[in-house]
């Protein structure tokens, strides 16, 4: 389903992550490419994002704008970093911070989602701790 067509903020949301994987893999997308992402909740700075892979899939190097976790849901990833390779499997997650390079790629077929808390330069935690120690929320 078209995010045209669901919600993606409200007070709560519920999800079956393997129905939602399910649907990602029959989209043209996955079909094409062996990966298709859907947005499944943003609200303000939050997003989280279910993306689904074909084994072999690669993401390419790129930056992350803000701290993120990448938690895999099914398969098996391996994400490099700041020249090191993690492997993960399915229930592990992986925390990184912004500006860190990193390539993800599916062992096997897999699904992961990916947790933003902010999105372009608006995350500034020495701001944060400067407003706070001077008592400004």
């Keep these: 389903m078209s995010s045209i067509n669901r919600p993606l903020a409200g007070p709560v949301l519920a999800f079956d992550l393997a129905e939602q994987i399910a649907a990602l893999q029959a989209e043209e997308p996955y079909r094409r490419s062996g990966r298709a992402g859907r947005t499944l ?8 994002v279910l993306t689904a892979m074909a084994e072999g899939n690669d993401i390419g ?3 992350a704008d803000s701290p993120m976790t990448l938690q895999v ?8 970093a ?3 390779e993690y ?3 399915a229930g592990q997650v992986l ?6 390079a990193h390539d993800i790629r599916a062992a096997e077929e897999s699904a992961l989602l990916l947790t933003l808390s902010a999105i372009g330069d608006d995350y500034r935690p020495e701001e944060i701790l400067e407003a706070q120690g001077s008592g400004v929320q």
Excluded: I, M
């Excluded at 849901?73 to 490099?80: D, E, M, S, W």
């Excluded at 925390?95 to 860190?100: A, C, K, R, V």
């Design 95 to 100: 925390f990184f911070g912004p500006g860190e």
């Design 61 to 63: 190097t790129h930056q």
């Design 41 to 48: 909740a943003k609200s303000g700075r939050f997003r989280l």
């Design 87 to 89: 492997r993960l499997s």
């Design 73 to 80: 849901v099914k398969g098996a990833l391996t994400f490099r």
């Design 82 to 84: 700041a020249g090191e």
